[in-house]
Nanobody
Framework: QVQLVESGGGLVQPGGSLRLSCAAS????????MAWYRQAPGWQRELVAA???????DYADSVKGRVTISRDNAKNTVYLHLNSLKPEDTAVYYC???????????????????WGQGTLVTVSS
């Protein structure tokens, strides 16, 4: 079974920083692209940043220059460094993994994708 577990959300003042982490379950041994999405109340879920297994990155225009995505392939963990946070960054942040391979007993299985449960980031004074 594949799980993505996020951590690091919380309340931060405008201009502050946070680091979000997302770790895949131990059974996972390969992930293609990992990404962070966010969804603010009343808004659709949107891509924040993505990173391939080779390290290529992509960012939403709204966060360029303020956000850095990174990953540790050995740990199947992705990070999102949020800097210069604004109130409009307030949202639930979701981790996403694309094309996973994992062990299930003696079998090697694959999954198209997986989502984390979300972690709330609130930017407010």
């Amino acid at each position: 079974q594949v799980q993505l577990v996020e951590s690091g959300g919380g309340l931060v003042q405008p201009g502050g920083s946070l680091r979000l982490s997302c770790a895949a379950s131990r059974s996972v041994f390969r992930i293609d692209t990992m990404a962070w999405y966010r969804q603010a109340p009343g808004w659709q879920r949107e891509l924040v940043a993505a990173i391939t297994s080779g390290g290529s990155t992509d960012y939403a225009d709204s966060v360029k220059g303020r956000v850095t995505i990174s990953r540790d392939n050995a740990k199947n963990t992705v990070y999102l460094h949020l800097n210069s946070l604004k109130p409009e960054d307030t949202a639930v942040y979701y981790c996403y993994a694309d094309r996973l391979s994992y062990y299930s007993g003696r079998d090697i299985l694959s999954a198209l994708d997986a989502w984390g449960q979300g972690t709330l980031v609130t930017v407010s004074s």
